[in-house]
């Protein structure tokens, strides 16, 4: 299933601390985007190894374009758009969703905060790009751009300008016209090119240069209302322009203003707290765990004991631990269970069991886990020494819609046709969905028995 993707560049490089402060700042913008993409169902995706690790001979700001395609692709995710943005840049917690704005286009807002700068930055690099006419009214800002795979083709042509011409940049940008890095040559490429553009969008989601807008102070004649006024008109706040030291102090201030905004109810906090599918092969789906805790809101669930059959590494164990009284986990991995028993509370109770070859010795339990083996006839033997072992339990079960391993389904139909179990509800992903090894599920990603 494709989902937008917020890529971030996120590269704390010692070489530009001195220019650019502590970098706590890219953790402030970080905190306003995980929150907006988990709200508005899209991936965000921290760029952090570009390819070329020696940035001041090849800046972050070039290698984003090069490596986001290749970067998305080795990490299995499935894009549908891509939102490129500054890490100097927070989102407002109600924004609405901007992809929607764009369809095929190369999506981007118009740069007209410092049109000396952006001009001086055209005739500087007019003689370079054989006296283009680039007009002020194509020119963008780089910072914030929407683009989709139809544009593979046309940063593959960016970068091999750029390495054809590594010297000639490198010297514009240091000694020369010095008017930025990638910006005014992504501008000149694409009119070039001829890429079609969309920049008819609302400047509400592109709020620049904010301390030349004066935007920074409030109506002071309202006395009860000192909302500065771009937290108040503005979506999406770009700290530039400025000191690039001050983004810290700047950006934690604004921080401290609205964070009680980026909050979600309890059952979304605890989902946040762990790991899910779609960037953690081994654990289940965050849809797998709502479908949890849906299924187990009753009160009657909460005097209940669970009993987990591989553990893995805790992120399901954590959710368990929240609905039902004590949780008892077990996993064959040493290195798995102090993990898990690291990420859970108090009601948690790890212990290392080969859960195939050693001899039960369970506590009482009302609900069984069992993610252990993943072979057949073993996990139709698991299900049956469950049922015969505890008394009437309901049992979850994952992994009923890979593909690459019909043994869980296999042992599941086997159990049910002999009436040792009744499937209650299919709970997780559905069919189609993608996951982080790059499978896609032919049914849902599991169900929960009784017996």
Not at 267 to 285: G, I, M, P, Y
Not at 355 to 371: G, M, Q, S
Not at 396 to 405: A, K, M, S, V
């Amino acid at each position: 299933m494709k989902k937008n993707v917020v890529v971030i560049p996120y590269v704390k490089s010692k070489s530009f601390e001195e220019k650019y402060g502590d970098w706590k700042w890219m953790d402030i913008a970080v905190m306003t985007w995980e929150y907006w993409c988990k709200k508005n169902d899209c991936i965000l995706y921290i760029y952090d190894k570009p390819k070329y690790s020696d940035l001041k001979k090849h800046r972050i700001t070039w290698q984003r374009w090069f490596d986001v395609f290749d970067c998305l692709e080795a990490e299995n995710i499935d894009y549908n758009k891509i939102y490129m943005v500054d890490a100097n840049t927070m989102v407002r917690w109600d924004t609405p969703n901007f992809f929607e704005f764009f369809d095929d286009e190369w999506g981007c807002w118009r740069d007209t905060d410092n049109l000396r700068w952006i001009k001086e930055g055209i005739d500087g690099y007019k003689p370079f790009f054989n006296d283009f006419e680039l007009s002020t009214q194509q020119y963008h800002n780089a910072g914030l751009v929407v683009f989709n795979e139809s544009h593979k083709e046309f940063l593959k042509s960016f970068e091999k300008l750029y390495h054809d011409n590594y010297d000639f940049f490198e010297e514009a940008q240091t000694k020369t016209i010095k008017k930025g890095t990638d910006q005014c040559p992504l501008n000149y490429w694409l009119a070039i090119n001829k890429v079609k553009t969309k920049t008819d969008v609302p400047i509400s989601f592109k709020l620049t240069h904010i301390h030349r807008k004066e935007m920074f102070n409030y109506n002071w004649q309202l006395e009860e209302d000192q909302t500065p006024f771009f937290i108040k008109y503005g979506y999406i706040w770009m700290f530039n322009g400025m000191p690039k030291d001050q983004r810290t102090s700047l950006m934690s201030h604004t921080w401290e203003i609205v964070k009680h905004n980026y909050t979600f109810n309890d059952d979304e906090l605890l989902l946040n707290s762990v790991r899910h599918k779609d960037t953690f092969k081994n654990a289940t789906s965050r849809k797998f765990k709502k479908d949890l805790i849906e299924y187990f809101k009753d009160d009657k669930y909460r005097e209940m004991t669970a009993v987990e059959l591989g553990c893995c590494q805790g992120d399901t164990t954590k959710i368990l631990s929240s609905l039902f009284k004590n949780v008892y986990a077990y996993d064959h991995s040493v290195e798995n269970v102090n993990i898990t028993k690291n990420k859970c509370d108090e009601n948690v109770e790890c212990h290392v069991m080969d859960v195939t070859n050693d001899e039960w010795k369970f506590p009482k339990a009302d609900v069984v886990f069992i993610d252990a083996s993943h072979d057949y006839p073993q996990v139709a033997i698991d299900i049956q020494k469950a049922v015969d072992y505890f008394d009437n339990p309901i049992i979850i079960l994952d992994d009923y819609g890979n593909p690459n391993n019909t043994n869980i389904r296999n042992s599941i139909n086997l159990k049910v046709n002999e009436g040792v179990i009744k499937v209650d509800t299919h709970i997780g992903e559905k069919q189609g969905f993608k996951t982080k090894s790059g499978w896609t599920m032919n049914d849902r990603e599991g169900v929960i028995c009784k017996t």
